[in-house]
């Protein structure tokens, strides 16, 4: 590939190993993305699901959520649209542990997730279980903001950011791969940020 | 999705202060869908790469590529693209992109645009003026002033209402759209498309909203941080 006449890298060299390919550090900032309007929904009245290939579909009220046992993620998240925003902190609850609740089902092996603005977003199941996901509502230390996702995301921070989606209602559970919102137009299945799995027909 | 190839910078100069409108050719380029954007991709000797996304202003029959590029502070990419990028330089692109902030040049339309979220509402205005459809797109754009507004003049050709917020103009006081002002532009359309910053989109979700126009018939793109 050729370079670009007069082009040379300004920002200090990340951290071998920290940056994904393609993106750049963004710092304190944190860019606001969505193909949606913002939904206003207060969140005393936010319910979550686990349905679709489950032994025991479950849903769980606001206060329920919060009662479960916490977990939290700190690290970095990476969004195909080339930011990435380094040592976050982010709580809420593990997906293992609300799987553990619903029990899939042996032939489930992909998850669309629902956001109450009708979005969603595939993943397969393996890509949310094994302590890689988590459904969360607070972001260094104070409530979600709603422009980011609040009350309540899913968050996968080890695939493009277009997966964790905004203003979660459901997690459902599959037998096959079905596309989501951004993947029905154009972007990767799984999205890989390590592999730069943007775009559909990206290796 | 298409392969990176290269764009030759043909035109280049500087609608408003803080930007920049360049116009490239690209040999054998597909044909693309009015709000679509195109990576652009920089590659320093180290082999560093930086790349951003840029709507596209014009149409799919233009035989350039025109993107708008704002000057960010200390954007690693946009001063390079102001400062020292020239007319026959090469730089790499890839799209066009994305399917969802697209008009399809069927449904009635309004275009709530602010800042260089303008540009996709210039390549959906020259699309409905080349195919005749101008009855079914509104525009409705926003800036400070009309010497901030990237396209002011042609979005006004386009029959666009504006709006700017620090400077009286034809007799309207300086300030941002009044849901007066929008109700009679959400009257009849099928769709609303919200391109700017986070502040504007959360503004223009909320105005369309009021006016009328369901959550679900809102498209919205955002750029930049989030100021807060």
Same mark, same amino acid.
């Given at each position: 590939?050729?370079?670009?006449?007069?082009?040379?890298?300004?920002?200090?060299?990340?951290?071998? @190993?920290?940056?994904?390919?393609?993106?750049?550090? !963004?710092?304190?900032?944190?860019?606001?993305?969505?193909?949606?309007?913002?939904?206003?929904?207060?969140?005393?009245?936010?319910?979550?699901?686990?349905?679709?290939?489950?032994?025991?579909?479950?849903?769980?009220?606001?206060?329920?959520?919060?009662?479960?046992?916490?977990?939290?993620?700190?690290?970095?998240?990476?969004?195909?649209?080339?930011?990435?925003? #380094?040592? !976050?902190?982010?709580?809420?609850?593990?997906?293992?542990? #609300?799987?553990?609740?619903?029990?899939?089902?042996?032939?489930?092996?992909?998850?669309?997730?629902?956001?109450?603005?009708?979005?969603?977003?595939?993943?397969?199941?393996?890509?949310?279980?094994?302590?890689?996901?988590?459904?969360?509502?607070?972001?260094?230390?104070?409530?979600?903001?709603?422009?980011?996702?609040?009350?309540?995301?899913?968050?996968?921070?080890?695939?493009?950011?277009?997966?964790?989606?905004?203003?979660?209602?459901?997690?459902?559970?599959?037998?096959?791969?079905?596309?989501?919102?951004?993947?029905?137009?154009?972007?990767?299945?799984? @999205?890989?940020?390590?592999?730069?799995?943007?775009?559909?027909?990206?290796? | 999705?298409?392969?990176?190839?290269?764009?030759?910078?043909?035109?280049?100069?500087?609608?408003?202060?803080?930007?920049?409108?360049?116009?490239?050719?690209?040999?054998?380029?597909?044909?693309?869908?009015?709000? &679509?954007?195109?990576?652009?991709?920089?590659?320093?000797?180290?082999?560093?790469?930086? &790349? %951003?996304?840029?709507?596209?202003?014009?149409?799919?029959?233009?035989?350039?590529?025109?993107?708008? +590029?704002?000057?960010?502070?200390?954007?690693?990419?946009?001063?390079?693209?102001?400062? /020292? *990028?020239? +007319?026959?330089? /090469?730089?790499?692109?890839?799209?066009?992109?994305?399917?969802?902030?697209?008009?399809?040049?069927?449904?009635?339309?309004?275009?709530? /645009?602010?800042?260089?979220? /303008?540009?996709?509402?210039? *390549?959906?205005?020259?699309?409905? %003026?080349?195919?005749?459809?101008?009855?079914?797109?509104?525009?409705?754009?926003?800036?400070?002033?009309?010497?901030?507004?990237?396209?002011?003049?042609?979005?006004?050709?386009?029959?666009?209402?504006?709006?700017?917020?620090?400077?009286?103009?034809?007799?309207?006081?300086?300030?941002?759209?009044?849901?007066?002002?929008? *109700?009679?532009?959400?009257?009849?359309?099928?769709?609303?498309?919200?391109?700017?910053?986070?502040?504007?989109?959360?503004?223009?979700?909320?105005?369309? +909203?009021?006016?009328?126009?369901?959550?679900? *018939?809102?498209?919205?793109?955002?750029?930049?941080?989030?100021?807060?």
């Amino acid at each position: 590939m050729p370079v670009t006449r007069g082009f040379h890298r300004r920002r200090p060299e990340p951290e071998r @190993g920290r940056l994904p390919p393609g993106q750049y550090d !963004t710092g304190s900032s944190w860019p606001v993305l969505s193909a949606e309007a913002t939904p206003h929904q207060p969140e005393e009245s936010w319910t979550f699901s686990i349905d679709g290939l489950v032994e025991s579909p479950h849903t769980w009220t606001w206060q329920e959520l919060q009662a479960l046992p916490g977990s939290t993620f700190f690290g970095d998240i990476h969004c195909v649209t080339t930011w990435s925003k #380094l040592d !976050t902190t982010f709580s809420g609850v593990s997906v293992d542990d #609300l799987l553990a609740v619903a029990r899939p089902d042996p032939a489930a092996a992909f998850v669309m997730a629902h956001s109450v603005t009708g979005y969603t977003t595939n993943l397969p199941l393996a890509d949310v279980t094994g302590g890689r996901a988590w459904v969360v509502w607070s972001f260094d230390g104070k409530p979600l903001p709603r422009q980011h996702g609040g009350p309540l995301r899913l968050l996968v921070p080890h695939l493009y950011f277009w997966k964790s989606a905004k203003w979660l209602s459901r997690l459902e559970l599959m037998a096959e791969d079905l596309p989501g919102f951004w993947e029905q137009n154009g972007y990767h299945d799984r @999205g890989d940020p390590w592999r730069e799995q943007r775009y559909q027909g990206d290796d | 999705m298409a392969a990176w190839s290269d764009g030759r910078i043909i035109e280049k100069d500087q609608p408003t202060a803080n930007t920049v409108r360049l116009r490239l050719h690209v040999d054998d380029r597909p044909h693309h869908l009015p709000g &679509q954007h195109y990576i652009l991709r920089l590659r320093a000797p180290d082999g560093y790469t930086a &790349q %951003r996304s840029y709507s596209l202003a014009s149409d799919s029959d233009d035989p350039l590529l025109e993107l708008l +590029v704002e000057r960010q502070p200390d954007g690693e990419v946009s001063e390079f693209l102001a400062d /020292v *990028a020239e +007319v026959g330089d /090469v730089l790499e692109l890839r799209g066009p992109i994305g399917r969802w902030f697209v008009w399809d040049t069927k449904a009635r339309i309004l275009c709530l /645009v602010g800042g260089t979220g /303008v540009v996709p509402a210039v *390549a959906m205005a020259r699309t409905a %003026r080349r195919l005749g459809r101008t009855d079914l797109l509104r525009i409705a754009a926003m800036g400070r002033s009309r010497d901030d507004l990237a396209y002011a003049a042609e979005l006004e050709r386009h029959g666009a209402t504006l709006a700017f917020t620090r400077a009286d103009a034809d007799g309207r006081s300086a300030g941002p759209f009044t849901a007066d002002e929008l *109700a009679p532009l959400v009257d009849g359309v099928d769709l609303g498309y919200v391109c700017g910053s986070a502040r504007f989109a959360s503004y223009a979700e909320d105005l369309l +909203v009021a006016c009328g126009l369901d959550p679900a *018939a809102i498209r919205v793109e955002r750029f930049g941080p989030t100021g807060d």
